[in-house]
T-cell receptor, first 112, second 114 residues
Framework: SQQGEEDPQALSIQEGENATMNCSYKTSINNLQWYRQNSGRGLVHLILIRSNEREKHSGRLRVTLDTSKKSSSLLITASRAADTASYFCATDAGTGRRALTFGSGTRLQVQP | GAGVSQSPRYKVAKRGQDVALRCDPISGHVSLFWYQQALGQGPEFLTYFQNEAQLDKSGLPSDRFFAERPEGSVSTLKIQRTQQEDSAVYLC????????????FGDGTRLSIL
């Protein structure tokens, strides 16, 4: 079963706008990761945030984590048409288990 | 360098047939994972290997699903007596050891059971 939900399920924006996606999860975690998936392709790792971190940046990506609310957000600034993809959050359990539990994903469409 | 390679990319089988899906991980990656992704959903964990040892198979949905990695490199996911609900994309991922290491995914095998 999925760990949690992502919100919104789908998002359509214009090139140059910012896109914000939210993820909620259910259990204690060690780390939370964000992945992107282009249609018909595998997942590509974007960024990892540890449970003791609150915010992390990588290029045009900004991730926040609120462990008290069991939620995370991914912000993509100055979006490009090439950012069109599905975005998934993934968590690993606090037990050191390697399996990732993915959310249901946000489908982002960036209009040129 | 080569990424994770999966074959075949597409597989169509009749209900009741057995199928075998192959994964070639990135060279040197000791950790290997299999996930199942239904249409419009996120991947769901099936099983995990460290070298040739299957350390976690808690996600395998039934005893019809079997995975192996006999020499610690290539892995095969086998599904026996396939059923329609087995239709999905099967993703393989590999990584170096460590819980904070990203997993590198192949493009998957799309399995359709008729």
């Amino acid at each position: 079963s999925q760990q949690g939900e992502e919100d919104p399920q789908a998002l359509s924006i214009q090139e140059g706008e910012n896109a914000t996606m939210n993820c909620s999860y259910k259990t204690s975690i060690n780390n939370l990761q964000w992945y992107r998936q282009n249609s018909g392709r595998g997942l590509v790792h974007l960024i990892l945030i540890r449970s003791n971190e609150r915010e992390k940046h990588s290029g045009r990506l900004r991730v926040t984590l609120d462990t008290s609310k069991k939620s995370s957000s991914l912000l993509i600034t100055a979006s490009r048409a090439a950012d069109t993809a599905s975005y998934f959050c993934a968590t690993d359990a606090g037990t050191g288990r390697r399996a990732l539990t993915f959310g249901s994903g946000t489908r982002l469409q960036v209009q040129p | 360098g080569a990424g994770v390679s999966q074959s075949p990319r597409y597989k169509v089988a009749k209900r009741g047939q057995d199928v075998a899906l192959r994964c070639d991980p990135i060279s040197g990656h000791v950790s290997l994972f299999w996930y199942q992704q239904a249409l419009g959903q996120g991947p769901e964990f099936l099983t995990y290997f460290q070298n040739e040892a299957q350390l976690d198979k808690s996600g395998l949905p039934s005893d019809r699903f079997f995975a192996e990695r006999p020499e610690g490199s290539v892995s095969t996911l086998k599904i026996q007596r396939t059923q329609q609900e087995d239709s999905a994309v099967y993703l393989c991922a590999s990584s170096v050891p460590g819980v904070r290491q990203p997993q590198h995914f192949g493009d998957g095998t799309r399995l359709s059971i008729l």
